[in-house]
């Protein structure tokens, strides 16, 4: 007997046949012998639609009532859930963000979850209830409804496996399993069986988007196994978890590339402690990330620095830096929004030597050039041309093994 | 300076124009210089559509889930609300039934409010917010949603007006007051300017659709000025106080009628103790209401005994009655589906004798037979057949000088 929690997406409980068959196949696995929890999205569509009816009113309406009406949808398919399983003759109940004590901060519209309380959930699958918990909601400390931003049910799901330590975190949706890349973007793309917490991260973190990537970080702070399956079919999917069980002996296990970051380069800045400091505090004052920074120092103690942004806040940071360059005596500043970003990951390159040099020289070989490089353990991008994302990820592909016989 | 409960029904919040609507008059009662709560039942047709949707699963749905399921429709329109309300630049705070801590029973579907913690809303007030408060749910004590039935946001108001003491409770509708008939059939009803709360209540059992008879029982037990006034325009609607300020000197305030019950008469019933009880244990243990009970002596120690039904349990009913009949001698068992209870009432009947010789006798002018009579301290109903509701309702209102000039 083992303990479960089941994830099902918007689209598998998108309308009432769906909504039973999940109820099925949630009896299933109560029939046999498990406990099971299961955590739910909104219908697909009614966030949406919720999000419209507010903007009629006001395009920027007030952040903790939009948690109010959002939170409304999971706790509709809930109750729906519910009602099919009590139909069916099974014991079940319907739990909220506040029922279950899902304590968040108080981060209108992203909260973040510090806290689930297992008694609740304990206490009514020690009776042989099967528990439906809504994702994506919480309660802050004031009692104030809370959201946890788009796919937070992913997140509710890998918190609550981990509060009541679920054997497995099974999140249904409607892909199979995670790829080693876009499969509509890589035909050969082949489904991992299996891939580490750490890998998952990188991944999540540069485009693939199976799983919320917060989700995957508790998902590895807590060891929790998260099986990512499809709703709609009944064969394995692929599970990550803490370390290489039954691993995939690959040095790659995924290409990804992503699109959605802009570049912008100040050039002939003067060489002087405390000059990276200028440009990124002005630019962590406006509320932009920053994500990949290089500097090339010139000749002359003069360097040059680049950096990626968001693309929606790429207009706001080059006023900013246009700002800073003037007052820093920096030659120009230049942006270039047709980029994008194309990495390999897999646990096997802190073992295996060469893997950057084979990645650069693949690229070459395509006549795709290198704007920007950045490494971590088990992970390298490079930053082309945007025009370049796909040729580059199937060219990488292939040449690192991963197209499937 | 006044402390004003304001409660808009479905149509009043039906759109997102509506609801704008709405937040102006809001604004403007708060700018008068009041302090204002506000409470809200669902758009007009989400309840039914949540419903709709549970029925498609089962035609049985498990009680504390559509509780669970129905609490989203009001959920989200006080969301919207204070979006609307903070987007036009006023602080306002949205509260459901568990936050604004509304206890009540563990009555699904029909719960009732057991207490209302004054604190979260006197504080938000007392910080100049407006407060919109979720009609028709409340909490249990086990923390489970509940709702309170159908037109149950007129209680939440009255309930929520009497634990703060706030000064009125202001009921907006589609109509514009409480009338001396229903307009609709009697086209020279009149608006009372006001009535009493006992008035009221006899009224609304008897047919009134105005409000939910649960909110003037509130509104009588804790003695809260209730004002039912249309939400379309700024007139004012009628008052409904404990005991006549400003009332109307009339005898008769309203005539009603009502067509949802049947009548069920066994006769030649042994005129023997314990022989009453005997039928009516039979029907309250099929969970069916008997509302007017008449028992007729007759000859040979034999008596009639009649009383009314829902119609809606009028087969169940019969068939029990049938059964005990037989067991206890009887002669037979009539039924009739084809009645109406026609009904007048008023304060002023305690103190002016023969209303009820004169009600009589304006039916048997018009030659309407009275099947069954039953009276209260200010209310006299007639049952008579189906097809004269009508018309006894229009000679009544003109014979007890109601119609309006």
Known sequence: MSLIVQK?????????????????RVIKTYEAGHKVVVVLSAMAGVTDHLIQMAEVITDRPNRREMDMLMATGEQQTVALMAIALESMGY???SLLGFQANIRTDEHRMSAKIQHIDAKPIMD????????????????DAMGNITTLGRGGSD?????????????????????????TADPGIVPKARKL???THDVMLEMSGLGAKVLQIRSVEFAKKFDVPVHVR????EEEGTMIVGEDRDMEKMVVAGVTFKKDDARVTITKVPDQPGIAARIFSAVAEIGVSVDMIIQNTRAEHLTDITFTVPKTDYDRTMEVVQQVAGKI?????????????????????KTNHGVAAKMFSILAQEGINIMMISTSEI???????????????????????????
């Open 8 to 24: 099902y997406g918007g689209t598998s409980v998108g309308d009432m046949v769906r909504i039973q068959n999940v109820a099925r």
């Open 91 to 93: 014991k079940s109940r």
């Open 124 to 139: 009514l699958l020690a009776q042989n209830t099967i528990v439906i918990i809504a994702g994506f909601q919480g309660v």
């Open 155 to 179: 997140t509710s799901a890998v918190a609550i496996a981990a509060a009541i330590k679920a054997d497995v975190c099974e999140i249904f949706t409607d892909v199979d399993g995670v790829y």
């Open 193 to 195: 069986k299996c891939v």
């Open 230 to 233: 499809s709703s709609f079919n």
């Open 329 to 349: 005596g920096a030659q120009s500043v230049l942006g270039d929004k047709d980029i994008a970003k194309v990495s390999i990951t897999g646990v096997g390159m």
């Open 379 to 405: 992970r390298i991008s490079c930053v082309v041309e945007e025009k370049y994302a796909e040729l580059a990820t199937r060219c990488l592909h292939t040449a690192f093994g991963l197209d499937k016989e």
